[in-house]
């Protein structure tokens, strides 16, 4: 049964308000004409309005939303024979709804008497220094290289692991700021100022002497890969479809698929080293069972549906190679335009430079611009792994584990 016309216009107005609280701009930008894209929503923040769309609105929403309704007279289209008046999905949207006003436009005067209340309270936690603490360590650097003048953007904070930091700070400070933060709020400085606190120098806690100067990367066990929801819905009664990463380790890739009519859930995945490209040593197995650790806690237990583009391809067979050794059972393998392993040559960095300016890697930055030092060392780590990759084949403890039948592969250009 169709909702009617006043919830559908209720709900729909939600709507608005989330976008507008994610882009951080006025609901009132949001005129019937308006292109979402010139609003300042990109691919990569199209993605964490989904996200929050999806429980809100109850819809299997696409990572390609506003692709598909590029205006928000499109949007209203599509929305208002679909959405009744959301229901809040957690204890703290009720809460989060009643401040949003105020927190979608970090360094607002409104936002800044906001937090300064919550900040003078004794009992509340200092917001500062839990963005601090949850930025070292996403981007895998020690408190004291924040300086009240350094730029999160050199430190690698791009606007893929801003999504992450964003999500984490909600989860630990309950409270929702913007996808653009980081872009009106660049350094230690303005980030004091938008949230209405002052805090003092950061400092390392209780470093032994000679520490820093250590050059220690991250040890495995610390390795971990970060997922996205792309599109559909999670269900139990259902197998997930896991798009692992190319060589560029962004998710950049699968961000414009098109819907799948199955609906089925679909998660893009980046590289452990996607952020920290200079320690790219392990193995490729190693990769693999680090990117089966991100599967299984999604979802722990078979039957799986793994798959990638380039040298993603590989990752989802060898991933797939460990789980079926395990007595998992995968069902669907899919390998996009996949080098063959064993025989892609050494490629030096002058190699790839000329590579670039042949327009290859065309598609592997999230901007128009040419891809970043931090892409390229990932790539070149990527290459060198795959040239020391022995290929094993796919074998089963018992025809039984693999009870639905033989993997059905899928190897498309």
Known sequence: MNP???DSTAGFSRILETIASKVGIEISELTEDAKISDLGVD??????????LRPETGLDLPSSLFISYPTVAQLRGFFLDKVTTPQSVADDEDSETSSRTAVSSPGSSASRESLESVATTAAEPDLVAILISIITLEVGIDATEIQPSTLFADLGVD???TISILDSFKSEARMSLAATFFHENSTLTDVEKALGVSSEPQKSPSTPPGFLEMNIGPSKQSLRSKSVLLQGRPSLNRPALFLLPD??????SYISLPTLLSGVAVYGFDSPFHNSPKDYTLSFEEVASIFIKEIRAIQPRGPYMLGGWSLGGIHAYEASRQLIAQGETVTNLIMIDSPCPGTLPPLPSPTLNLLEKAGIFDGLSASSGPITERTRLHFLGSVRALENY???PITYRSRSKQSNGDLGLRWGC
Do not use: D, H, N, Y
């Not at 691919?43 to 929050?52: E, K, M, N």
């Not at 060589?247 to 950049?252: E, M, P």
């Open 4 to 6: 009617s016309t006043g």
């Open 43 to 52: 691919s990569l923040l199209t993605i964490s309005i989904s996200s929050r």
């Open 159 to 161: 606007s893929l692991l």
């Open 247 to 252: 060589g560029a380790g962004s998710l950049f």
């Open 390 to 392: 022995t290929v094993k």
